[in-house]
Each structure stands twice: as C-alpha cells, then as structure tokens.
C-alpha cells in the first residue's frame, strides 16, 4: 500500500517534489501536517482541515494512549473514524512526550517507565508497545519508538540516547514486521543531537535496518537555528534518495523553504495552531499581532493574498474585536488562517519545485517577507 515516487527535482537547490501513497489517499510531498494532537487539530473540525487543503494530519500516541485510551478508540477501529477523518495519519511514537512531559521517566532494558502528567500514573512504554498503540489508532505512518534528548546535550548523553533509539527501532521493526498487514508504514527517526558523527551514525544504523521512510528528530529543541539548519543540511543526504525525508517538529515558514531547499519532504509543527490561539497571524509579509492597538479599526484582512475563510470574510479589526474580548471565535478563525497559509505556503513550494522556479520563488519569498 505505502509507495513513494519523486515526480520532480530542482535544479538549482536540492528540492523535489513527490507523492507518497497510502491506504487513506495520496500525499503530495513537500507536505506541511497540521498537528492534532488529542485527536483534533485545536479548534478546527475536518472539514476545516479539508478546505485548507490539509492532505494529513498528526496523532500522538503519549496523549492518546493515556486519554482516552486505547481501548475507547479501538471500539471505533481506530482514530481515523473516533475523530471523523478519513484521510492520512501519521502517528509519533510517544518518545518525544515521555522524556519532556511525562514525569520520572526512566530508562530500562525493556523500555522507559514513566508517570502520566494528567493522573500520576504509572506506566511502561516499550518499542513494541509503542508499535501496538499505533497500530490500534490506525495510523498509516507509524514513528519508531526513539529518545529524544534536548539541547544541549554531552557527547555521551547523545551517544547514548543514540545507541537506545538504534535498539528501539530494530525492535520497532519486528514488532511491525509481525503484524504488518500492508495498512500501515514505518519510519525511523535519525538522532545524535548536534555531532555530525553522532548523526552520521544514527543514519547509518537505521539504514542497515532498513525503513521505508525516514526522520530527523531532536531538531528545533533549543538549539540556534543556523546550527539546526546545518544539522539538516549534513544528514538529509545520508538518507536514501527514494524514501520519504521528514523533519519532525519544525517550524517557521523560513526553516520550512530552507529545509525543502535541502530535500525534506515532510514538516510538521505546532507553529500554526498554538500561536493563532497567542494571536498570531503569519502572512506572506511577515507575522502580526493581532492584539496591536494599530489594528483596531483596520479593515483590510489578514493577508490580502490569502483566500482561506477567514480572509475572505473578516477584517482586522474584527478579528482584534474577537481576540480582545476572548470570543471562542476568534481562537477558531485565527488558526483557520494561520493552517491555511503554512498548508498552502507549501503547496506553492511544491508547485515552484514541479516548475523549477524554486529558486525565484525562495528569493521573492524573502523580498516579501522585508515588505
Ligand atoms: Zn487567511
């Protein structure tokens, strides 16, 4: 079922352009995923997620798992119909919650214990329990169980959280491989912090194992961001050419060109939606607040170039009005925006990509950014 093609590269950057196919529909890559993290991508129904032209969305399997429960969402086979979506879902693993949300999580041979931050509970994940869960949401994309360390880390911490996420994802892989029916992929994810080495390693020893897919973790965790773009820039070619490359958890519609000018194909973030519930509106000039006074009674929309919902039909100073007073509204038509235009920023990339203007559309990117 899982199948990805390159349709175009450029020539000038080493971006291209794909389509990954899945059980729930095609993906056409370079894709920005909307994060849903509780099963619902804050304040937005899927039929919001459509019309901004959202082609898949992220579960996680830490929240999830511990509400409501594997044994809720199993009742209705799986995320896809609990939260009424029935395109792609690409589910994380769990790691990255159980070290920087969970409490006392502890390494063991079997995997990493934990308390759950809601209720203090105790609980063990495991790379194969880690794999059950994710098969139980029903996730097309499954992420390997891997430790991700924050920024900065020793040498030796990120060897080994190096060497436990290489462990964990053979393990991953058996446990898939057991109860692979063809619905569901796997990818790996590349750690070893900021040593090139480290990350050359991790690449490396993923690749023996082999996976259909590829990500970069432990980026966008605290580090400057040129570090994180020479990061990128020194391990997305050690991956296979024709697997899917994603960069998990990053960022700003600048990282997101320059990290498709390096060749990822995937990005996610919690950019778009946490920071429309901040009042924050990304624009093709820029970002703006909405609770500046300068907007009061300004009656131009968000971004003169946007057609999302929002744009169409709201001013600024309505949508200051909403945020001012609190109004639930105003949380929803902020984040229909803001995922509207990181969706469709990269579906614009994409399309520079299939034309090969890439690098016109880079240089006018930044030319409207100073505006
Ligand atoms: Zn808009």
């Not at 050359?200 to 590829?214: K, V």
């Not at 194909?265 to 006074?293: E, H, K, W, Y």
């Not at 109004?327 to 984040?335: C, D, F, K, P, S």
Request: glycine share 8%; aromatic share 10%; net charge negative.
């Amino acid at each position: 079922m899982f199948n990805f093609e390159i349709i175009s590269e450029s020539s000038d950057s080493r971006a291209r352009a794909g389509v990954i196919h899945t059980g729930h529909g095609m993906i056409e890559t370079p894709v920005f995923m909307p994060v849903g993290t509780l099963g619902s991508v804050k304040s937005l129904s899927p039929e919001e997620l459509m019309e901004a032209g959202a082609q898949i969305i992220l579960g996680n399997t830490y929240h999830l798992y511990l509400r409501p429960g594997t044994e809720v969402i199993d009742q209705f086979n799986g995320l896809h119909r609990f939260m009424h979506w029935d395109r792609p879902i690409l589910t994380d693993s769990g790691g990255f919650q159980v070290f920087s949300l969970a409490r006392l999580a502890k390494l063991s041979e079997a995997g990493v214990t934990f308390q759950s931050h809601i209720d203090g509970s105790r609980h063990l994940l495991t790379p194969e329990k880690a794999i059950e869960i994710q098969i139980c949401l029903g996730s097309d994309i499954m992420m390997c169980l891997d430790q991700c360390i924050q920024y900065p880390a020793t040498r030796e911490q990120s060897l080994t959280a190096l060497e436990t996420t290489t462990q964990w994802a053979q393990r991953c892989k058996r446990a898939w491989k057991e109860t692979n029916n063809g619905s569901n992929t796997l990818f790996g994810i590349v750690q070893g912090s900021m040593f090139t080495d480290l990350r050359r390693q991790s690449a490396e020893e993923l690749m023996s194992a082999g996976f259909p897919g590829y990500a970069i973790g432990g980026l966008s965790v605290g580090e400057p961001v040129e570090m994180m773009l020479e990061m990128a820039d020194f391990t997305l070619p050690l991956l296979p050419r024709d697997r899917p490359r994603y960069i998990m958890g990053v960022g700003t519609p600048e990282n997101l060109i320059e990290l498709a000018a390096l060749g990822t194909d995937m990005f996610d973030c919690v950019l778009p939606t946490r920071n429309a519930r901040n009042g924050q509106l990304f624009t093709t000039n820029g970002t703006i607040n909405i609770s500046n006074s300068r907007y009061k009674d300004d009656s131009g929309p968000v971004d003169a170039d946007c057609r999302c919902y929002t744009c169409r039909h709201y001013s600024r100073a309505y949508l200051r009005h909403l945020y001012m007073a609190r109004e639930l509204l105003a949380y929803r038509l902020n984040t229909i925006h803001n995922v509207y235009h990181f969706v469709n920023f990269v579906k614009h990339l994409r399309k520079a990509i299939l034309d090969d203007t890439f690098k016109s559309f880079r240089e006018d990117f930044y030319r409207k950014l100073e505006n």
